[in-house]
């Protein structure tokens, strides 16, 4: 990709993009399908192409919220359900 073709791509992104916020995540962690999430959120193809929801800002702490109410529902920190790294062995 061009860079000037990057820059017009992140203007898109900046300008169109849905904010994250609890709210939009509970909306994307709840619907099943791309195309359910984009009318949920107004993302319609008016706004950005088909077949992607572009986010154009995360609210602060998100990520550590997310993180914690997964830990907490099931007692498991996040980092103890990704497996462990597979070495092969010669």
């Known amino acids: 990709m061009a860079p000037a073709d990057f820059d017009a ?3 898109l992104v900046q300008a169109k993009g849905v904010r994250m ?3 939009t ?3 994307v962690e709840s619907r099943g ?3 359910d999430a984009r ?4 993302a319609g193809a008016e706004r950005i ?3 992607v929801i572009y986010f154009s800002g995360v609210s602060p702490g998100l990520f550590d919220g ?3 109410s997964i830990r907490g529902s099931s007692g498991t920190a996040a980092s103890e359900c990704i497996p ?7």
Not at 39 to 42: I, P, Q, S, T, Y
């Open 9 to 11: 791509w992140t203007r």
């Open 21 to 23: 916020t609890p709210e």
């Open 25 to 27: 995540y509970h909306v």
């Open 33 to 35: 399908a791309l195309e």
């Open 39 to 42: 009318e949920a959120l107004g």
């Open 49 to 51: 192409p088909p077949g």
């Open 66 to 68: 997310v993180v914690q």
């Open 84 to 90: 462990p790294r597979v070495t092969r062995s010669e």
